[in-house]
């Protein structure tokens, strides 16, 4: 949600947390603010509400000098997204000063305590509570040490949190903590300079060589030194991982937008999502992070797959592809359900936790849950070296690079190749899939990147998705329908819509509409269906006739050369034909664009749209 960053090192600090800031701006965007420090311990803290350009303007006006310092971009919790409440927040006479990503969940009782003992509160945010609560201890009980203040803290605080605090009197010092799943920590060093942030994103223009902190541990931060310990005071040996992510991946590499960028890059980051995992030759599938041997997979009654948003979407086509191709019965679970439903659990269970970030507080939480009930756990994600990717047993990384459009794009059709390896495998192993079906997927999969980026191209070259945002940026409701695997892209195309231009979009099972949506259809509320030709084209045809008949304006999802739905339909958002498995992956394409240039039509800033924040470490 929110974001952190932290330097120290030789440099002007300023610029440099303002650009991590910067590539961070996408976790949240209602304030930021950042704490300049010199090396006499003199403070600068500059604080603006609103998006990041208003900070930058200040601290431009102001030239904070100074180089070690801490910043953070905020989506607020705790109190309105005005500058009173921005990060760092700090101790009563300044002299700590704390920014934090998660929420202090006894921060009433907390800050009763703290004005007990006189303690005054400026803001309305849990984090200064932290501030506080480290400048008692520092003074009481922990004898001007900073880092034992900040365990005394720590362990009076109930919720996930990821904190970085600094104090004027210890100059060439940061530290930083984590206690449960709140969003990441990512540190590293380079000679002479050490670097903080809640995403790798805002340092790998420094250094590739990161660590992520574990729950529960700390890292007492100098130039080109970092310290691991738990938070009871034993030290941890944390070796760095090399990171292939490039900096100029995490770039917008001269699109508009990231959302742009990211839904132009689907042809490559869906060969990437194929890297490693196809045997062509055997026409067999390989997925050696999986850690399940063909005995447990044999054995294995149910998967459940557990997810948030658009990952919970592609969990709903998992399912589909599950029960056709690996014959196992499979649950779809919204993650924060899951977590609080005192759920059925069993050995011969496999949970299957999907998440672009693996930082989404409840898929973490239920996640674990499963683990804890003795399910055997893999994690379908993102961002390696994430929280996820270390409590599950086994791992398919999607390999979709960056994704920093807030609304999730690649990592959504990554997340389907890797849910279509997953059955293919799993049906490999089993003997359940024989080697004619396997290699005619396998052909499928090796196809698929080539047939997206020529529906992408020639969605650029057409120009049609900007001319249809010409004609519906101003409609206020959508209806997306479809059946089957396609009912789930329905829903993937209704959100996209819904988060990015606000524009009200509802996902429906195409067969129910007559059990009530069709009450809604008239000449001013458009539908889309996604209506390739698969097993379900016929009824998705009496959809549209139906829809057609009560003047209804209709846009269709439709396979390249579909003469019918070309002549029923108002508008045809053509998709080649494909193997039907394939097909929901190209379908998604289309809604992606339509938002997109509905939202770019509005004038909207679609990497950062309202209320919303990338990765949701909190609940
Ligand atoms: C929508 C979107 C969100 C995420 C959801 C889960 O475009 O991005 O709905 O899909 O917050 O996030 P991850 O996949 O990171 O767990």
Redesign the pocket.
Known sequence: MCGIVGYIGERDAAPILLDGLRRLEYRGYDSAGLAVMDRAGAVMVQRAAGKLGNLAQRVEAAHPQGDAGIGHTRWATHGPPIERNAHPHSSPDGAILVVQNGIVENFHDLRAELRAEGYVFLSDTDTEVIAHLIHRFYHNGCGGDLEWAMRCALARLHGPNAIVAMSKDQPRRLIAARLGHAGGVAAGERAGEAFLASDMPAILSHTDEIVHLESGQMAVVEPGRIRYSTLSGDAVERRPVSVAWTAAEADKGGYAFYMEKEIYEQAASLTAALRGHLDVENRRVELAALNLDAGKLAALRRVTIL??????YAGLIGKHYLERLAGVPVEVDYASEFRYRQPLVRSDDLAVA???????AD?LAAAELAKERGAATAAIV?VEGSQITRLCDGVIPMQAGPEIG????K??TAALVDLLLLAIYIGQETGRLDAEQRGELIEALLALPGMAGALLDEARRSGRYARLAETFHTSRNFLYLGRGMHYAIAREGA??LK?ITYIHAEGYPAGEMKHGPIALIDEEWPTVVVAPQDRVYDKMVSQVEQIKARRGKVLAVASEGDAYLAGAADYVLPIPAANEFILPILAVLPLQLFAYEIARRKGLDVDQPRNLA???TVE
Not at 354 to 360: D, L, N, V, W
Not at 406 to 409: D, E, H, I
């Open positions: 997810a948030c948003g658009t990952s919970y999907i998440t672009q970030s693996g930082e989404t898929t993102n807030v609304a999730s794009t990592a959504f959100l996209k988060e990338k990765s949701v």
